[in-house]
């Protein structure tokens, strides 16, 4: 039961350009989204969130959208740089934290 | 580094074995989260335990794995007679405090494979 998907395996972007990574999620009970970075061999890494309240929450050149009613969530890079080559994860919990789940990744390639 | 430490980083276990995977959280997080990762997919939640407690079970498989996380030392997690079909990158996260808005740190996991 995949309850968050990330529909996209890849994507790749020139550099300077905008990249544009999607979430979808079914459970309209879910009050925080997060989005986590991964480089081979390592652990994800906290990139940025978003509560359900919110449409929208930016910083520095990462910015997460919310679609609520449409059950989507977006993640903006903008300029896109070579460093930012990498897999990154949607996730959604309740607000109690007990669980989070995630997406199966979109790996992000930014061509130099 | 006070990051989260997982070790070992690999591990290779015979089927029938018994694999132990130890996970230190950061200092002062007293929250720690197991994920499973298998091949091409993403984390799938195991177990999220505090401080000698396990909270939430509801994703670890019903037979030959546990978790726990002692008042002293890392939190282990144990799977019994393993299998070929368990082989795959087990991560570890903490965090300070409970909630769906709390960021996890997580350790660079460890791969098992099954032989």
């Known amino acids: 039961d995949q309850q968050v998907k990330q529909n996209s395996p890849s994507l790749s972007v020139q550099e300077g350009r905008i990249s544009i990574l999607n979430c979808d999620y079914t459970n309209s009970m879910f009050d925080y989204f997060l989005w986590y970075k991964k480089y081979p061999a390592e652990g994800p890494t906290f990139l940025i969130s978003?509560?359900?309240?919110?449409d929208k929450n930016e910083d520095g050149r990462f910015t997460v959208f919310l679609n609520k009613s449409a059950k989507h969530l977006s993640l903006h890079i903008v300029p896109s740089q070579p460093g930012d080559s990498a897999v990154y994860f949607c996730?959604?919990?309740?607000?109690?934290?007990?669980?989070?789940?995630f997406g199966t990744g979109t790996s992000l390639t930014v061509i130099p | 580094n006070a990051g989260v430490m997982q070790n070992p980083r690999h591990l290779v276990r015979r089927r029938g074995q018994e694999a132990r995977l130890r996970c230190s959280p950061m200092k002062g997080h007293s929250h720690v989260y197991w994920y499973r990762q298998l091949p091409e997919e993403g984390l799938k939640f195991m177990v999220y335990?505090?401080?000698?407690?396990?909270?939430?079970e509801s994703g670890m498989p019903k037979e030959r794995f546990s978790a726990e996380f002692p008042k002293e030392g890392p939190s282990i997690l144990r799977i019994q007679q393993v299998v070929r079909g368990d082989s795959a990158a087990y991560f570890c996260?903490?965090?300070?405090?409970?909630?769906?808005?709390?960021?996890?740190?997580f350790g660079d996991g460890t791969r098992l494979s099954i032989l």
């Open positions: 996260a903490s965090s300070p405090t409970i909630g769906g808005n709390q960021p996890q740190h």
């Open positions: 335990l505090q401080k000698e407690n396990i909270i939430d």
């Open positions: 996730a959604a919990s309740s607000n109690t934290g007990n669980q989070f789940y």
């Open positions: 978003i509560s359900s309240i919110k």
